[in-house]
């Protein structure tokens, strides 16, 4: 499958806990973009990053989050100091550079619960 | 501040074509308009895109005027497995940020 992946599918932690979810993009894909996607909500946009720069950032996005993409490839979310508010679908999506449409594809996302 | 606006919902038969619309009042100038349809648990899935006046592929034409402050989803005869949510994504203007319409829960009845 060459498709964007997301791991783990399914994070269930307790409030003050740190988690780290991970996101690999299609193959030459050099965006990647984050999202939160709440219950019953349209994903938010949460981050991009150009290759392995981070070139725009949500309020959305408060200190205890923080994501990387350290070698321009996979990317790592990482919450600390969790929140029930933080409860929500994490979505990963990625393109192309060069191409005029830019489309983004989604990876299946990452379903966080905290207790 | 840009606001990306979709109908809450839609219901419609089966072999009826539907049409989606979302209003977009801060468009990125040399963005493009991307259609995605989203089940429960799943990423969004890519559906359509467009920059202006009509595109159509396999399973959706889009719509969208010369001023593309709005954009029309079209699916032609729908099936009950196109019940979803369709969502707009559009870039905002001056930014590498994306926003989603609010999304539009379609029902397909037999």
């Known amino acids: 499958d060459t498709g ?3 791991n783990p599918r399914h994070k269930i932690t307790k409030r003050g806990q740190n988690v780290t979810f991970r996101c690999d993009p299609i193959s030459e894909h050099n965006r990647l973009y984050w999202y939160r996607q709440t219950l019953g909500q349209g994903p938010e946009f949460l981050t991009y990053f150009q290759n392995e720069a981070q070139l725009e ?3 959305l996005l408060s200190d205890r989050f ?3 993409r350290p070698k321009g490839s996979f990317s790592t979310l990482e919450i ?3 929140e029930q508010g933080d409860s929500a679908m994490y979505l990963c999506a990625s393109s192309i550079q060069g191409t005029s449409t830019d489309t983004q594809y989604f990876g299946p996302g990452t379903r966080l619960t905290v207790l | 501040l840009a606001k990306t606006t979709q109908p809450i919902s839609m219901d419609s038969y089966e072999g009826q074509e539907v049409n989606i619309t979302c209003s977009h009042n801060n468009i990125a100038t040399n963005d493009y308009i991307t259609w995605y349809q989203q089940f429960p648990s799943q990423g969004p899935r890519f559906i359509i895109q467009g920059y202006k006046t009509k595109v159509t592929n396999e399973v ?8 593309r402050k709005s954009s029309t989803l079209s699916l032609p005869r729908v099936s009950l497995s196109d019940t979803a949510v369709y969502y707009c994504l559009v870039g905002i203007s001056g930014t590498y940020k994306y926003i989603f319409g609010t999304g539009t829960r379609l029902k397909v009845l037999a």
């Open chain 1, 80 to 82: 600390q100091r969790t």
């Open chain 1, 4 to 6: 964007v992946s997301q």
């Open chain 2, 60 to 67: 959706a034409s889009l719509f969208i005027p010369a001023d």
């Open chain 1, 66 to 68: 923080s994501a990387e």
């Open chain 1, 57 to 59: 950032k949500s309020r």
